[in-house]
């Protein structure tokens, strides 16, 4: 009898660690927001690599860009649901540190996508777009095709001291060469061609709003930086109420498939294209390979990007709409 109920309980032990052993990782993404449609786009390849690979994905994300308080409650939320890896694109590059140790401390991966934090090395990896190259090639494409024409530029920007905003910001002043702080930089560089500088947040009416406040500063800009496509988009708005849209280069970052669109119908010039998809999916997988053998992944990994332009010019490496479109965000 008691060799039956040791049989019975080993039977039952066997079939709990089976189960336990089949539990899917869990693996959490928070991006800055849910709204604006890079970070849609995140989520939506960070489920598709989940599913495939029989994980289960927890998301999250700031009410706005720069919510860091919403990015610290997601990560609270996603240690005490079981996450052992979190995927996250900070809003407050410095603010979130406290809360990505406390993670880190309890045995959480946390990956970086697209934004890093500040330091950098506070998360275990980054898998992102080289956002200094991104700027630079905007910058290029931005200096020929104003053809040897004195620059009146408007600058777009995200938030004072975010990394993404001072790579993008600086790297485009280095491709239209001019003087340009590096990439490892944070300040925001100034020259004299600038002549008005705004936060658009990243936002398609706040992009809208800092274009109107330039205008009227100067209302002769023939150049406008975007720091992404929504604020393009809310610049070209208030270009064309004032009628200016005909006589102004719009260049941007992202590459995201409305964005390319634009492109095409010329409201952008030129724009960085970058791969939000390929960003998640790495992410993804990499949570995955810890769950099941311990394996971190660490550094820094170039996601990659390339200028999408409608009218390629002499000198600027560049692609053409079709391709834009064939790879927006990242899909095959």
């Not at 800055?32 to 970070?39: A, Q």
């Not at 720091?227 to 005909?246: C, D, V």
């Amino acid at each position: 009898m008691q060799l039956k109920h040791t049989a019975v309980l080993a039977a039952l032990l066997a079939s709990a660690g089976a189960a336990m052993a089949a539990d899917p990782p869990v693996i959490g993404l928070i991006t800055k927001t849910e709204t604006n449609p890079f970070f849609v786009k995140m989520k939506e390849g960070a489920a598709e690599a989940a599913k495939a690979s029989g994980a289960k994905l927890l998301s999250g994300a700031g009410k706005t860009d720069g919510d860091n308080a919403g990015q610290v409650t997601a990560i609270e939320n996603m240690m005490a649901a079981g996450a052992k890896t979190i995927l996250i694109t900070p809003s407050d590059s410095k603010a979130i540190i406290p809360a990505i140790k406390k993670a880190q401390a309890k045995g959480v991966m946390v990956i970086a996508l697209d934004s890093p934090t500040d330091p950098a090395d506070a998360t275990d990896a980054l898998f992102a777009t080289d956002n200094y190259k991104a700027g630079v090639l905007i910058g290029q494409y931005a200096k020929a095709a104003l053809a040897g024409k004195p620059a009146k530029i408007a600058m777009l920007d995200l938030f004072p001291g975010h990394p993404v905003g001072a790579q993008r910001h600086n790297g485009f002043l280095k491709g239209f060469g001019l003087a340009a702080p590096d990439a490892k930089s944070n300040e925001l560089g100034k020259a004299a061609e600038v002549v008005c500088m705004a936060d658009s947040f990243g936002d398609r009416a706040k992009g809208q709003t800092a274009m109107e406040n330039c205008l009227q500063k100067n209302p002769d800009i023939n150049l406008v930086y975007t720091i992404n496509e929504p604020a393009a988009a809310g610049a070209f708005t208030a270009l064309k109420s004032a009628g200016k849209e005909k006589n102004v280069v719009i260049v941007s970052v992202d590459g995201g498939c409305e964005g390319v669109k634009n492109v095409g119908a010329g409201v952008i010039a030129a724009t960085s294209q970058q791969y939000p998809l390929k960003m998640a999916s790495m992410g993804v997988e990499a949570g995955v390979a810890y769950a099941k053998n311990g394996t971190k992944v660490s550094g820094y990994t170039d996601t990659g990007v390339t200028l999408i332009a409608a009218k390629p010019l002499a000198g600027v490496d560049s692609k053409d709409v079709k391709t834009g479109t064939d790879l927006c965000w990242g899909k095959k």
